[in-house]
């Protein structure tokens, strides 16, 4: 999903295999499906930009159409479902970095229990509310993977200049992913704009993002890569921030 490393995320989703991308697609399902109830219950993505803009990401990843639908259904009430409903996790991961883990789940308790576990056995440990949440802010963040785009599109400068004009507040480079920030209301003109200018887009979504970033050891960063594995394999978790600099 976005996350520690949102750009990593996104190139890992695209190479994962079937067993994974079961799990990814399953977890697409649910947040489509909390989406439709978030948005009284409209199915109907022309109505419901939340449940658009994830539509649009499962797309890209190749979801299957009768999922999408039947996660729909699930929300709509059409379908039986779990009752779902969405988790927030602060915490403080190997080398001190913070970390907000988000999910959703049809069983707090029993997930609050694993991200325990996950926590501890990977030294990191549960944080109180609002210890670690004034570190990040809310960001529209647009992920376009420069080895997809026109050769035009592929120089960083270009790039820049049109995101800017398109009314990005700031951009980052990480390897081949190029990031775009923006305001969060200003997210679907800013994706609408690019897509005009024939860009072609990975993901858009809200997500939380450090308001500082801190350095660790290689070696911490090694048991923050492993922690990070071991919540994302989990069924619930949907998504792992943290102000790890990559």
Known sequence: MSGHSHAKTVMGTKMANAAK???????????????????????????????????DQAKKMDMPKENIERAIKKGT????????????????????????????????????????IALNMNNGKLAGEGAVRWMFENKGTII????SQTEELKNKENLEMIAIEAGADD??????????????????????SLE?????IDSASVSLVAKEEVNVSDKEKEHCQKLFDVLDDNDA?????????N
Not at 171 to 192: A, C, G, R, S
Not at 237 to 245: A, E, G, I, P, R
Request: hydrophobic share 35%; proline share 3%; net charge neutral.
């Open 237 to 245: 978790v949907q998504d792992v921030y943290s102000n790890l600099k």
């Open 21 to 55: 991308k079961g799990k990814i697609f399953s977890k697409y399902g649910h947040l489509i499906t909390i989406a439709v109830k978030d948005g009284g219950g409209s199915g109907d993505p022309t109505k419901n930009s939340k449940l658009k803009a994830i539509m």
């Open 196 to 200: 005009e200018k024939n860009i072609k």
């Open 77 to 116: 009430g059409e379908l039986a479902g779990e009752n779902l409903e969405e988790v927030s996790f602060e915490a403080f991961g190997p080398g001190g970095i913070a970390m907000i883990i988000t999910g959703i789940t049809d069983n707090k308790n029993r997930t609050l229990g694993e991200i325990k």
């Open 171 to 192: 951009v980052k480079l990480e390897n081949d992913i190029f990031i775009i920030y923006t305001k969060p209301e200003d997210l679907e003109l800013v994706k609408k």
């Open 144 to 147: 376009i993977d420069l080895s």
